[in-house]
């Protein structure tokens, strides 16, 4: 039985869709009411962050062939490398305060992540 491939799509990624969509909808509404546009920002980003927007968007971007995965790649490695820098400064707050094991804790604690991801990324070469 021949199923449209539009179907398909829309069996597979409807929630992502639907929550683009959404997000879309309160950027709009936001603009067409005349709001400031760091409220609009900030709203679209919580709503976004709420419905999985983005892990969707980024799923979608993901199907685009050759230059998907590229994209994806240069938006992943800057978004590391922040989470890292953060890590630093606050890691430098608190022992200034004198939290100097609780520092160490959670450097570990990244440290794991990361060589986590790594691993997971080459298995997934791998396999």
Known sequence: ????????F????RR??????????????????????????????LVGLLTSAFT???ALLGLIPWIGPLI????AIPAIWLMNA????TALLLMKQGHTKSVVDSR??????????????IIGKII
Do not use: H
Request: proline share 3%.
């Open 86 to 89: 953060a890590g630093y400064f």
């Open 16 to 45: 992502p869709v639907i929550a683009l969509v959404v997000t879309g909808l309160v950027v709009l509404i936001g603009f067409v009411l005349g709001l400031k546009g760091s409220l609009v920002a900030a709203l679209a980003a």
């Open 108 to 121: 570990v604690i990244t440290y794991v992540l990361l060589i986590g991801v790594v691993i997971g990324y």
């Open 10 to 13: 829309w069996a597979q990624y």
């Open 1 to 8: 039985m021949y199923v449209p491939r539009i179907a398909v």
């Open 56 to 58: 969707g968007l980024a």
């Open 72 to 75: 994806l790649k240069a938006l």
